[in-house]
Nanobody, 124 residues
Framework: QVQLVESGGGLVQPGDFLRLSCAASGLTGSGSNMAWFRQFPGKEREFVSG???????AAADSVKGRFTISRDNSENTVYLQMNSLKPEDTAVYYC??????????????????WGQGTQVTVSS
């Protein structure tokens, strides 16, 4: 049984940083694409950033230069370092895992497993 557990969300001020973590269990080996999505109230989930097993990454234009995704295959954990946070980054952030594919999937349908989500609020 695959389980993804996110942590690290919270309330921060504009310009601050947060690091989200996603601990994965039950995945077979490390041959999975991992990604972060976010969801605004009343909107569909949108792709934030993704990473392949060997570290190739992709990111949405809205977060390029501010957010960095990484993974520790030995720990089955993926991270999202979020710097220079803006109020418009406020959302529920979800970790996702899917079969390895090229290119990195940017749609929710490209991923099979999901975490429960963690709230990130950026407000002064």
């Amino acid at each position: 049984q695959v389980q993804l557990v996110e942590s690290g969300g919270g309330l921060v001020q504009p310009g601050d940083f947060l690091r989200l973590s996603c601990a994965a269990s039950g995945l077979t080996g490390s041959g999975s694409n991992m990604a972060w999505f976010r969801q605004f109230p009343g909107k569909e989930r949108e792709f934030v950033s993704g990473i392949r097993t060997r570290g190739i990454t992709a990111a949405a234009d809205s977060v390029k230069g501010r957010f960095t995704i990484s993974r520790d295959n030995s720990e089955n954990t993926v991270y999202l370092q979020m710097n220079s946070l803006k109020p418009e980054d406020t959302a529920v952030y979800y970790c996702a895992a899917g079969f390895a594919r090229i290119p990195i999937g940017t749609f929710p349908k490209d991923y099979t497993y999901w975490g429960q989500g963690t709230q990130v609020t950026v407000s002064s």
